[in-house]
T-cell receptor, first 109, second 113 residues
């Protein structure tokens, strides 16, 4: 059974304090790993798709990386507007997306 | 603007009532999905459809029903058989069900009174 575990559950940072969120996964035949951002009361907003180990993608202050067992979402010099819950999901051979429970990030000014 | 719309944003249901949640997309995507989100849990798949007039049960389909009469629309009915329907419901779509990113709508929050 495909599984996704995100850590930490919650993270508080000061503005400008860089850090990383972790997404550990087990999947049969990885088709893709997805990162989303979700603001309270809203639908998830797509950030990145990674397809194979070693792949990296960047967008503004965010950088996602992928190994065979985990993915990291690196946040460089975060701002208060980066505060949100970040969701990780994997798609394996069943084609179904399996989501983690998310990491709630708070960036204080 | 291309995207996914869901309505209503908030929905209140009395015990024993059926309610229907709307999901429309103008992205020309073939596949559409319904998820349920509860506090402290990951998104769980209710139903999905890869093509018009065809749909499949997800992990938690009991107490729900769907239809896919048009490519753009995938309504979800929460029936009185659903024991704990209070949740945040999310609709998504993708080009197909293969190696494609799913894009989400804004969600509907359903509360049972």
């Amino acid at each position: 059974e495909d599984q996704v575990t995100q850590s930490p559950e919650a993270l508080r940072l000061q503005e400008g304090e860089s850090s990383s969120l972790n997404c550990s996964y087990t999947v049969s035949g990885l088709r893709g790993l997805f990162w989303y951002r979700q603001d309270p009361g809203k639908g998830p907003e797509f950030l990145f798709t990674l397809y194979s180990a070693g792949e990296e993608k960047e967008k503004e202050r965010l950088k996602a990386t992928l190994t065979k067992k985990e993915s990291f979402l690196h946040i460089t010099a975060p701002k208060p507007e980066d505060s949100a819950t970040y969701l990780c999901a994997v798609q394996g051979g069943s084609e179904k997306l399996v989501f983690g429970k998310g990491t709630k990030l708070t960036v204080n000014p | 603007d291309g995207g996914i719309t869901q309505s209503p944003k908030y929905l209140f249901r009395k015990e024993g009532q059926n309610v229907t949640l709307s999901c429309e997309q103008n992205l020309n995507h073939d596949a559409m999905y319904w998820y349920r989100q509860d506090p402290g849990q990951g998104l769980r798949l209710i139903y999905y459809s890869q093509i018009v007039n065809d749909f499949q049960k997800g992990d938690i389909a009991e107490g729900y029903s769907v239809s896919r009469e048009k490519k753009e629309s995938f309504p979800l009915t929460v029936t009185s058989a659903q024991k704990n329907p209070t949740a945040f419901y999310l609709c998504a779509s993708s080009e197909d069900r293969g190696r494609n990113t799913q894009y989400f709508g804004p969600g509907t929050r359903l509360t049972v009174l």
